[in-house]
Nanobody, 124 residues
Framework: QVQLVESGGGLVQAGGSLRLSCAAS????????MGWFRQAPGKEREFVAA????????YYADSVKGRFTISRGNAKNTVYLQMNSLKPDDTAVYYC?????????????????WGQGTQVTVSS
């Protein structure tokens, strides 16, 4: 059974930091690109960050560039999102997703597997 399980969300003040984790199991996710997306209330899901299978290539939305960092664990089946200098506009449910290809994209439709999401709330 394929599973992506996010953790690490919570409530933080503006300017603070959180680290999200996503543990993947059920397939060889170490060969796949993975990404983070988010959806705020009343808004469409949007791309946040993505990483290639090796971890050698990363991509970020302009809104988080310089503040967020995506990385993979040594076993490559875990992906992290370090979020610094958080803003109230970052408040959303954050979803981990995996492709079945090694190259990441910014389109949610290109991702085959999704986690259940973790809530991030940034207070002003």
């Amino acid at each position: 059974q394929v599973q992506l399980v996010e953790s690490g969300g919570g409530l933080v003040q503006a300017g603070g930091s959180l680290r999200l984790s996503c543990a993947a199991s059920g397939r060889t996710f170490s060969s796949y690109a993975m990404g983070w997306f988010r959806q705020a209330p009343g808004k469409e899901r949007e791309f946040v960050a993505a990483i290639s299978w090796s971890g050698g290539s990363t991509y970020y939305a302009d809104s988080v560039k310089g503040r967020f960092t995506i990385s993979r664990g040594n076993a490559k089946n875990t992906v992290y999102l370090q979020m610094n200098s958080l803003k109230p506009d970052d408040t959303a449910v954050y979803y981990c997703a995996s492709r079945t290809y090694p190259v990441p994209t910014m389109r949610g439709l290109d991702y085959a597997y999704w986690g259940q999401g973790t809530q991030v709330t940034v207070s002003s």
